[in-house]
């Protein structure tokens, strides 16, 4: 039953073939994969999205643990990238592929899971909150483990890092993916939980 587990979905191994053959060396390790189906499991009727789909390897991740009710939207800026991944999901209407900016990801929001990997993470973070829904998770990787407070990177504070860790909004906290390198994991507040104690 174990090893049944930490087996690779077969979806999975498709969307690795496809990194194989375009070249493409960014795509999620096993560890955070197993980080993202449990996300999407956790939402079983759930709004899923993925910023940078890549070659689809995140996405399959993340729809091994797709409930029957649940949508999945992902979003890749290079065509060629993203006409490929989609082929992976062909069989499967649940799962959308969209070719373009992260933004195009704003029409499906509010989000119950977001793996943000790629658009709006650096560039418009205070964005990436706002589309997550109350309760919703959020997930963001390739970050560099800092045994300092505040995280450091680089031997500079990690203001992106720090971002997360402390926004207003959510309940945050940073997990090991292997021994060098980790992911914040967070999820947003309900509005009664930011008013405080009454």
Avoid: Q
């Avoid at 997360?164 to 999820?187: D, F, Q, R």
Wanted: proline share 7%; net charge negative; charged share 25%.
């Amino acid at each position: 039953m174990i090893m049944e587990e930490r087996a690779v979905p077969s979806r999975v191994v498709a969307a690795e073939r496809v990194a194989y053959e375009a070249g493409f060396k960014g795509s999620s390790i096993p560890e955070v994969g197993r980080l993202l189906r449990l996300a999407a499991a956790a939402k079983p009727h759930g709004v899923i999205a993925e910023s940078g789909t890549g070659s689809g390897v995140g996405t399959a991740w993340l729809h091994s643990g797709l409930g029957a009710g649940a949508r999945l939207v992902t979003v890749e800026r290079e065509e060629g990238l993203a006409r490929r991944a989609a082929g992976v999901f062909a069989d499967d209407d649940r799962v959308s592929v969209l070719t373009g900016s992260w933004r195009l990801l704003e029409r499906y929001a509010p989000f119950d899971v977001f793996f943000c990997d790629g658009g709006g993470k650096r560039d418009d973070p205070e964005r990436v909150v706002e589309l997550l829904a109350p309760g919703g998770l959020l997930i963001l990787d390739d970050f560099t483990p800092s045994p300092h407070w505040p995280p450091r990177f680089g031997g500079e504070v990690d203001e992106l890092r720090l971002f997360y860790l402390t926004h207003p909004a959510l309940n945050a906290t940073e997990v090991l993916t292997t021994p060098v390198s980790s992911a914040v994991v967070a999820a947003r507040r309900h509005w009664r939980d930011r008013r405080g104690p009454s």
